[in-house]
């Protein structure tokens, strides 16, 4: 068995801090006060130095500035709570039940940032000297724009990383492969009437149920792959827009979410809805969207919501080294995929580095009520993160 398991000792400790992030609100945007913790938990913890960029991304550094660099990524923020009377408890209470912890991003993905965390500083603490540094990155605006602070950080904070560990939500398999994703707005037109004489307009809406119809037909013809599965077309929400109750409405707005699987891209993405247009003879717009996003510190960034999927073979070094290290300290990992998006959209499709998942928590329980975490996968996340590090840079 391996010596990166942890103490009862670094279990409470990390427990404690865990707690502190979840009872500590994040939406996107608010990071600031859980990047204050993080900070001020990564300097007791020992590490060789910690920063954070302007956008509000805190970075810790263990090991020499020289040789290869291994990187963990998490973000800090989280999703709105919808309906907090539908929880068991307070979503910031953290209070723990049969072994789980219960919160507002407690499996996404407190969990796994806090693993990580420790992970490294465990990592340092057993091993007698390190090749390479430990990164440990926490980003902001994941959830609405995800990749855009992680790219701050490569390109303005010049990290190039050999390897990056996303510490998303896994059940503590190993993630070799993740969709791509394209979000889109459909825009289409009539021409208003009084709804008493409907004749001399057009009706938005009708024409956006005919594209409605078409959508649906054309997402079940979409790309497959055998181990990421199929790509995924929907429309998630519909707006229309008249002058009155008793008018035609003018116009129509879509939302497409477009999920890509192996071998699709944006450009086919955007053709198939135009041949979808086409077809029907509406005029209508799909466009891939674009949006200014700002950070807990004030910076404003654009986030374009296009990421390509990404695949990493299952005999790639990193993937067999995650493997053996989660192995190392009694867990029995498979290989998998993410069907959602994550920090991995950049460092995979656009940095073109070597990137895995592997983390605490159960994928299903994202932006769910009641969302919560295994305990025993966060010690357990932590413990293999350390693993990993003895494999890849211990002397």
């Given at each position: 068995?391996?010596?990166?398991?942890?103490?009862?000792?670094?279990?409470?400790?990390?427990?404690?801090?865990l707690?502190?992030?979840?009872k500590?609100?994040?939406?996107?945007?608010q990071?600031?006060?859980?990047?204050?913790?993080?900070?001020?938990?990564?300097?007791?913890?020992?590490y060789?130095?910690?920063?954070?960029?302007?956008?509000?991304?805190?970075?810790g550094?263990?090991?020499p500035?020289?040789?290869p660099?291994?990187?963990?990524?998490?973000?800090?923020?989280?999703?709105?709570?919808?309906?907090?009377?539908?929880?068991?408890?307070?979503p910031?209470d953290?209070?723990?039940?049969?072994?789980?912890?219960?919160?507002?991003?407690a499996?996404?993905?407190?969990?796994g940032?806090?693993a990580?965390?420790?992970?490294?500083?465990?990592a340092?603490?057993?091993?007698s000297?390190?090749?390479?540094?430990?990164?440990?990155?926490?980003v902001?605006?994941?959830?609405?724009?995800?990749?855009?602070?992680?790219?701050?950080l490569?390109?303005?904070?010049?990290?190039?990383?050999?390897?990056?560990?996303i510490?998303?939500?896994?059940n503590?398999?190993?993630?070799?492969?993740?969709?791509?994703?394209v979000?889109?707005?459909?825009?289409?037109?009539?021409?208003?009437?009084h709804?008493?004489a409907?004749?001399?307009g057009?009706n938005?809406?009708y024409?956006?149920?005919?594209?409605?119809?078409?959508?649906?037909?054309?997402?079940?013809?979409?790309?497959d792959?055998?181990?990421?599965g199929?790509?995924?077309?929907?429309?998630?929400?519909i707006?229309?827009h008249?002058?009155?109750?008793?008018?035609?409405p003018?116009r129509?707005?879509?939302?497409?979410?477009?999920?890509?699987?192996?071998?699709?891209?944006?450009?086919?993405?955007?053709?198939?809805?135009?041949?979808?247009?086409?077809r029907?003879?509406?005029?209508?717009?799909?466009?891939?969207?674009?949006?200014?996003?700002?950070?807990?510190?004030?910076?404003?960034?654009t986030?374009?919501?296009?990421s390509?999927?990404?695949i990493?073979?299952?005999?790639?070094?990193?993937?067999?080294a995650?493997?053996?290290?989660?192995?190392?300290?009694?867990?029995?990992?498979?290989?998998?995929?993410?069907?959602?998006?994550?920090?991995?959209?950049?460092?995979?499709?656009?940095?073109?580095?070597?990137?895995?998942g592997?983390?605490?928590g159960?994928?299903?329980?994202?932006?769910?009520?009641?969302e919560?975490?295994?305990?025993?996968?966060?010690?357990?996340?932590?413990?293999?993160?350390?693993?990993?590090?003895e494999?890849?840079l211990?002397?």
């Amino acid at each position: 068995m391996s010596t990166c398991l942890l103490t009862e000792a670094e279990r409470q400790s990390l427990l404690r801090f865990l707690q502190a992030l979840v009872k500590t609100p994040s939406p996107s945007g608010q990071e600031d006060q859980v990047a204050a913790l993080i900070l001020e938990e990564m300097r007791r913890l020992g590490y060789d130095e910690v920063w954070m960029d302007r956008a509000g991304s805190v970075v810790g550094r263990i090991g020499p500035t020289s040789g290869p660099a291994l990187m963990f990524n998490s973000h800090m923020d989280t999703v709105a709570v919808t309906d907090a009377s539908s929880w068991i408890a307070d979503p910031f209470d953290a209070v723990i039940r049969d072994g789980c912890l219960y919160g507002l991003g407690a499996c996404d993905m407190k969990a796994g940032l806090a693993a990580t965390v420790y992970g490294a500083a465990v990592a340092a603490r057993r091993c007698s000297s390190l090749s390479g540094s430990i990164l440990v990155a926490c980003v902001g605006l994941e959830e609405p724009s995800e990749g855009t602070c992680t790219r701050l950080l490569f390109e303005e904070g010049q990290l190039s990383p050999a390897w990056v560990v996303i510490a998303e939500p896994s059940n503590l398999n190993v993630v070799r492969a993740q969709r791509g994703h394209v979000e889109m707005t459909l825009s289409v037109e009539g021409r208003s009437a009084h709804s008493s004489a409907p004749e001399l307009g057009e009706n938005a809406i009708y024409a956006a149920a005919r594209l409605v119809f078409g959508l649906e037909l054309l997402s079940g013809q979409l790309g497959d792959d055998h181990f990421m599965g199929s790509g995924v077309l929907t429309v998630t929400d519909i707006r229309s827009h008249a002058v009155s109750q008793n008018a035609i409405p003018d116009r129509c707005e879509m939302f497409l979410d477009r999920r890509l699987t192996v071998g699709e891209t944006e450009a086919m993405a955007l053709l198939e809805v135009q041949r979808v247009i086409a077809r029907e003879a509406v005029r209508a717009e799909v466009r891939v969207i674009e949006q200014e996003v700002t950070t807990h510190t004030g910076q404003v960034l654009t986030a374009r919501r296009v990421s390509l999927p990404w695949i990493l073979d299952e005999r790639h070094s990193l993937v067999q080294a995650m493997l053996k290290a989660a192995k190392a300290v009694g867990l029995r990992p498979s290989t998998t995929h993410w069907h959602f998006a994550t920090e991995g959209a950049y460092t995979a499709t656009v940095a073109r580095v070597p990137t895995i998942g592997f983390g605490p928590g159960d994928p299903t329980l994202l932006h769910c009520c009641n969302e919560r975490v295994e305990l025993k996968q966060v010690y357990a996340a932590a413990s293999a993160y350390a693993a990993l590090v003895e494999r890849l840079l211990g002397s």
